[in-house]
């Protein structure tokens, strides 16, 4: 019987292992690449005309989910960018915050965007749902809270404990 299990009550104590330096940095790239691939489908959905297919006047239905999917992508890409940067080392309680705050604005920009869908907006349903200055504020709103929530996730300098201990 192995001493230290016994005296820790049977459990043994996790091995540091670390992963190698290249699997975090193509963590990152692939947070970066989904990032990007979640930018040019929120430009398709808030700015079709940039790729040829703008067919309305107002942004209906079809492009402001379509935006929405695009900036939860790139809630997803951010994510896995931020958190490749901390590697092994967990979460500080600012970050644990930043994500939650990234989620939040996320949840605040859907239901903005689709506040005429809900029933909430100024272009209730029986009508045709556009895209309003109420809406774009609210968007706007809850994409503040995202990036406060990702400044938030970035990892700060690291310091030495003390060497008197």
Same mark, same amino acid.
């Given at each position: ?28 790239? %692939?947070?970066? @690449?989904?990032? &990007? !691939? =979640? ?5 398709? +959905?808030?700015?079709? /005309? *940039?790729?040829? #297919? ?7 239905? %079809?492009?402001? @989910?379509?935006? &929405? !999917? =695009? ?5 997803? +890409?951010?994510?896995? /960018? *931020?958190?490749? #940067? ?80």
């Amino acid at each position: 019987m192995n001493t230290a299990s016994s005296a820790s009550g049977g459990i043994n104590p996790p091995l540091n292992r670390t992963r190698p330096h290249s699997y975090w940095r193509n963590r990152a790239r %692939v947070g970066l @690449a989904t990032t &990007l !691939v =979640g930018f040019l489908l929120f430009l398709l +959905g808030a700015r079709p /005309s *940039l790729f040829g #297919l703008d067919r309305s006047p107002v942004i209906g239905f %079809v492009q402001i @989910a379509v935006f &929405l !999917v =695009g900036l939860a992508i790139i809630c997803m +890409g951010g994510y896995l /960018s *931020l958190r490749s #940067l901390w590697k092994d080392v967990p979460l500080s309680i600012a970050a644990d915050v930043g994500q939650r705050l990234v989620a939040t604005g996320y949840v605040i920009a859907v239901f903005a965007g689709m506040a005429d869908i809900f029933g909430m907006g100024s272009h209730p349903l029986p009508g045709i749902p556009y895209f309003g200055e109420w809406q774009a504020r609210g968007v706007e709103l809850g994409m503040a809270f995202m990036a406060v929530g990702f400044l938030m996730m970035l990892p700060g300098r690291r310091r030495e404990p003390p060497s008197d201990l």
